[in-house]
């Protein structure tokens, strides 16, 4: 039984991004290896005579070849389980954006390279506004073979050698000398920026004891910014003497 959908651009040994002109060349190329005259008595060459002169005659005709197209996409892009729908044709992946990204925003282009798409690669851009949260998801529409499907972004913090992230906050150092930490005073820290922040030290700071800067932190989802946590390093001063009379 014939199929319902006749894969003519296989029948001309052509792919779905073909030209009119390849097309053509490889109709007379087929039509001429397997007519009937250069075949006599050859069943298979009749059946290939017919299913060669029916891919032509559909490929050919722009307006036939479009209507073809979009039926057998429909037709064989892959069916979801009942409990699967859209998800079956998406596709999660991250991003990792640098912290200054985060405030000015970034233009990315997501490439796509999905071994069930005939159509081949995917492209699209995909534009980060100012402003934009860690964790913030961005969702792109598939088109072509899988469209309905999406490709679903989220963007995280790219390591940082100046600043931990947790969610919208950050964290850093801020290393003093003792006297510092004895008699308190004013302290700068970069922030996420590039501004300089500052930070007053408390008289008799303890080591690790953490300062929050508010506001200085990431952008957050709803809107706002996350907190500047400024752990106080310090080392402490040790004396050591000989004991008197020894």
Known sequence: MPPAHPN????????????PGQIR???RVLARQFHPDLNPGSTEALVRTQEINAAHEVLSDPERRRDYD??????????????AGKAALSVTEEVQLRLEEFFRGASLEVRVNDPGNPEGLELYPLEIPPATAPGTRFRLRREGFFSGGQVVVRVRARPDFRFKVRGSDL???LRIQAQ???QGGLEYV???TGDRLRV???????????IRLEGQGLPKLRGGRGDLLVRVVYRPEVRITRSRGR
């Open 180 to 182: 510092r930490a004895t």
């Open 25 to 27: 060349d490889a109709y």
């Open 171 to 173: 964290r850093c150092d």
């Open 8 to 19: 003519h651009y296989a029948t001309l040994g052509l792919d779905r991004r073909c030209t």
């Open 200 to 210: 007053q030290i408390p008289p008799g700071v303890a080591r690790h004891e953490v």
């Open 70 to 83: 979009a039926t057998t996409e429909t037709a064989r892009r892959p069916k979801a389980g009942p409990r």
């Open 190 to 192: 970069p922030g996420p």
